[in-house]
């Protein structure tokens, strides 16, 4: 008898870009039998000083359960340091916790330039091929072709390959090429917020300068640092500002402006401001884009996957997380359907449309509250209810933050359940005198009651 | 003393497009004292047959001022045929006719062909150099200089201009060079239904075979038909039709299969049915996007007008319109800020933006309503009770389409106000018994309570 799962004739497979999404689908093709090559126009980032433009990865739930499928979950854990909670330093107020989850539920700061590199060698070391400093110029959809060379207008090789996977990133050039096909829907709209990386130090005994089991925020409302420990005792920090306006990108020219700037906004870290300082004029602003598009796929020759069919703010921490879990759904569609390729494409790119426009949404929200909402009572209230209600309840108030974070539930289903329980909690503030009577039995039926009419969710 | 009209110093300026927005803009500029190059990569338009995926073009009240504030209204007239009404090809129904709008309102139809032919002939009357077949491949923005040339590999000339318009319509090359740009916002969303341009022939007398005062439909739910007459007796038929599904483009393949579908829907113009086939499977089948971006300018530099800026659905004839009306504000701009062309194009994007995507909702709700609700009872009962009401309170009530037809008040004051009217419709329907008492003075008596609460606008 056969098994459900079929087995796939192996076919030559090109890979466009070799960051994180790319290297995973490298070894998971790799070991299901297939020959791939990965091209990609930078240099080796194993041989190159990491970009200055990163922030650092909070590898979740669906992070690594993409990797454990694949059996390198154990290895990327050796890289990866634990943040159980958020660490808030607000100014005025002493440095305070907030865990993100249950007992054991914690994200994973990782390095992207150390992440990427030890990706790309276990791609390697399972026999992808990586073709680095070889900009693919275009691409034949119908046939499956590549055309590489060293620069637009000169010669150019050409490649013959059974499937074409575009992995490059939130600016593709596959899907560039798709872009030209009428009936090609697309969007990219950027904010008004850029950001900047900056780092601190590690102690001279290698030690963290901050507790390095937590994730750094200073929200300062408009603007917002974040800090996330790495390996070697350093911190790598971003700082969101926006590009133009009173604070902002902009508006810091002078050493003496970014001086007065990190003073006043950042007394805890004024040790660490001369580091601050060189970096934050060494290092270039990087602008922030959602990117949706569709269809993902070119009849069973060519699919994007990753941040160039779904690129998204990263408000949430799931840009990576959301990319990984498109593998993990393109590998099961790959048992489930075998050679048909076409098959494979479609139901993988039905699959994960309306979850990655979920994340993509949630992402931007996250992005708006930050913005405009750290500091609004009602909404400071509101957070406090559901936690304190999710605390008492834990397996009937799941939040928004834990759906998204510790589940593999689809993330469409976090987004309307965070929208059903948001109706809620708009009733509850409704209640009269709610600031004095937040954690009384009152409220907490009336949310039970609330949920009574709960629509049934496959959860 | 100085007038509040600042003369301008002439410069040399390019266009890219030839069409009926790119003429205007060249008419309007060389009446300005400009130097004007008009570059198309199509043949002179006035010496080739048109394209056969033509629309007829609804002229309308702000296409109208537009032309007469450059002194060419009454020439086009001539060319144009004011329609009154709606004819209403209903299955099952005799025909029969909606009014557009009060006395003397009117939308004028004309052939594309034949206004871009003229609009040419005007603009090189005043003055304009045109340069045909001349593709540009490549634009310098910062230094507003074109490249142009036979084929993309090929050699290019350069020419050095002080200021570019892209008025290249909704793939245009221009806009192309724009979004490569960081921090550019664009969105193109294609709708799953498609067009074809048919026609019914002139009697041989010349005259037309059906009232060549009214625009005609043929509506069937999700397609229709629709027939705009022609100076020569002919009628442009457009028929709307999803490209795949039961009743669809991609369903009727054969010349039986085209028999049955004209026989079935539309039997009072089945002596067409001849001609209709012949076009059917002569001309092609083209899809509908709508366009949006914005930052539409390049510093001092570069600008985008028309179809380039924000292409729209056709479902309220506004898409010529709404971009006439972009030549017109950025006329009463170049009056306003003489040579501070920065100004001029940023004042001319703030203010053209929101309107363009306040027409860009209201024709895509257009075709929305018609695909979905023309057989809804709910709808049509509103519909009623708007025009009855609107009837009797003329001043009071002017419908969303008078307001975007037949007034000059910016779109987004319609969309708003047309908003305002819906929700107090809303509340109307919810009047127990309304399909019995739409009529009466109770229904009448609430619609003028409800405005009294009508917030303040600009009317």
Known sequence: MHSRHFMQTPKRIAIVGSGLVGSLLA?????AGHEVEVFDRRKDVRKVEFSGRSINLAMSNRGWKSLRAVGIE???????????????????KPL????????????????????????????EDAGAKFRFEEKVWDIDMAEAKLYSGESEEGEWKEYQFDLIFGADGAFSRVRHKMQRQSRFNYSQHFINVGYKELSIAANKDGSHKLDNASFHIWPRGEFMLIAMPNLDGSFTCTLFMPFEGENSFESIKTEKDADLFFQKHFPDINQEIENLKRDFFKNPTSSMVTIKCFPWSYWEKVTLVGDSAHAIVPFYGQGMNAGFEDILVLSQ?????????????????????????????????????????????????????????????????????????????PYAEALAIGDYQRKIMDEVMEIPEIEKKWDSSEVENKILKLLDNKPVFSV
């Open 27 to 31: 070894i998971y093709l790799r070991k």
């Open 74 to 92: 154990d290895e990327i854990k050796q890289i990866a340091l634990p943040l159980d909670k958020r660490a808030m330093h607000v100014n005025d």
């Open 96 to 123: 305070y916790y907030q865990k993100y989850g249950k007992e054991e539920e914690a994200i994973f700061s990782i390095s992207r330039g150390v992440l990427n590199r030890k990706m790309i060698t276990l791609a």
């Open 333 to 409: 569609k790959m048992k489930e359907h075998g050679d048909n390729w076409e098959r494979i494409f479609e139901e993988y790119q039905e699959s994960r449309k309306p979850n990655t426009d979920a994340i993509a949404e949630l992402s931007y929200r996250n992005f708006v509250e930050m913005s405009s909402k750290t500091a609004d009572p009602d909404f400071l209230l509101r957070k406090k209810i559901e936690n304190w209600f999710s605390n008492k309840h834990p397996d009937t108030w799941v939040p928004l933050y834990s759906r998204v974070t510790f589940s593999d539930k």
